[in-house]
Structure formats: C-alpha cells, structure tokens
C-alpha cells in the first residue's frame, strides 16, 4: 500500500475569525485554491465558524477540518464537542494533540489517544500533531519525543483503520516563530515516523500521509514539498493570508 497520493494542505485558522469574516475570507480563498486535481486542500475553522462556512465548502474541492474534538458522543461535559456533531457539520478531518492545547490545556498523550480512537469510531480522520520542544532537540532527543508522542496517540489503534490517519510534524518551537525547521532535518524526523508507522502497521503503515507544520509560507513551501518525505503541510498563520495560502496550495513540485 502506497501513501495516499496526493499531497493534503490543510490551513490551521487556530482561535481567528467570527463566522462572519470567516465566510467572507473563503469567498475569496475559494477560486484562488479550487483548480487543482492533484493536490487536496482543507481547512480548520474555529467551531463557530463551522456551520457558516459548511455550505460554501460543501459546494468547493477543499475539505472541512475541525481543530479538537472530545471523546465521549455525548453527555456532561460542559464546553466540549462531540465526534458526532462535526459529522453532523460535514467535518472530514480533525486535528488532535495540537501543541498549543497540550501546553495551553494540559492535553495529554492519553488524551490525545483517546480522541484519536473517538475520531475513527466516527468515521472522522484524525491528524495527530507530534514535535519535540526546542529544548528536545538540542540533547538530540528529538526523535525520542516524537517517536513516544505517537505510539502513545496511535495506541490500540487498528491496523485496518490506518489509512485514515495523518500524522503532522510540528516541531514546537517552529510554531508561529517564523523560524522553520530545515527540509533535510524535517525529511529525516518523517523517514523516522514512516518507519514506526511500518513497524507498527506493515504495509499499511506505508499509506499514512505525513504532513509538515512550522512556520511554512508562501516563502519556503516550495523547498518543503521538493523534501522526501514530505507528503503535505499544515500551516497556522499563514493560512489566514489570501496570497500566502493560494501561494502555499499552488506549491511547485520538480516533475
Ligand atoms: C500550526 O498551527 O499548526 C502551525 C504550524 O502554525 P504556524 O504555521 O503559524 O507555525
């Protein structure tokens, strides 16, 4: 089995945009991002912004993302939101173990599980966030980290249902500093995960997309997607930018 092949760039809007300005922004985000056949878009509105911009997605080639989820279908849990309701919305991805909500709120790599099983049990496709701190790389246990963060998220997770996962490598102290990792060391942390994903789930480990995330732009999505390894981005700040996110979505490729 081969990794899905067209590469997915999937626009992170974080805590930005009302429903109002996020309807706006996609009637103009949609022609620019729309025309291309080998290549697959999405993007992550807040929750309140989710029914808005549901119809107009609906209508368009870019997929519909949801930025968390929690993992009970329903209940008591005052301020969460169910797998159910985002596919009740159209929802076909959701981000989980995003680094700001592990540092901000405390998300655990237990929790983080927990919401990946949730998503599949609900036909939703988890993209499970990974990266080590700055602090990680520099005593040379990044690979460490990042290989701990995803056997612990992918946890009983079956082998049938690994096709429906992505994995996005987001080094930390690359998210929203403008300072990138490098394609040759973000290639040598995907050949990492590509060989835990193989060794967990065979061939069909081999299927997984492995995305990108850090501070990519319209500057530097080029050299990332010429990078082995490099199967799609996830991008924050930039993708709440007109010209830098159709110039990330239009990224050039060497035939
Ligand atoms: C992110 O939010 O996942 C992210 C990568 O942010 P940024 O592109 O702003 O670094």
Partial sequence: MTVEARPLVLG?????????????YLRDLLPRVSGYADREVAVAPPFTALPAVAPLLKESPVGLAAQDLFWESEGAYTGEISPLMLQDLGVTYVLVGHSERRRHLGETDRMVNQKVLAALRSGLRPVVCVGEQEAARASGRARS????????????????????????????????????????DVSEMHACIRSELQRVYGEAG?????????????????????????????VGGASIRLDDFARIVGFRRPA
């Fill in 12 to 24: 992170n809007w974080k805590m930005n945009l009302t429903a109002r300005e996020a309807v706006a």
């Fill in 145 to 184: 980290v990042v290989r701990s963060q995803l056997l612990r998220a992918l946890s009983e997770v079956p082998r049938g249902e690994a096709s429906s996962l992505a994995i996005a490598y987001e080094p930390v102290w690359a998210i929203g500093t403008g300072r990138a990792a490098t394609p040759a």
């Fill in 206 to 234: 081999g299927a997984v997309r492995i995305l990108y995330g850090g501070s990519v732009s319209g500057g530097n999505i080029d050299a990332f997607m010429e990078s082995p390894g490099v199967e799609g981005v996830l």
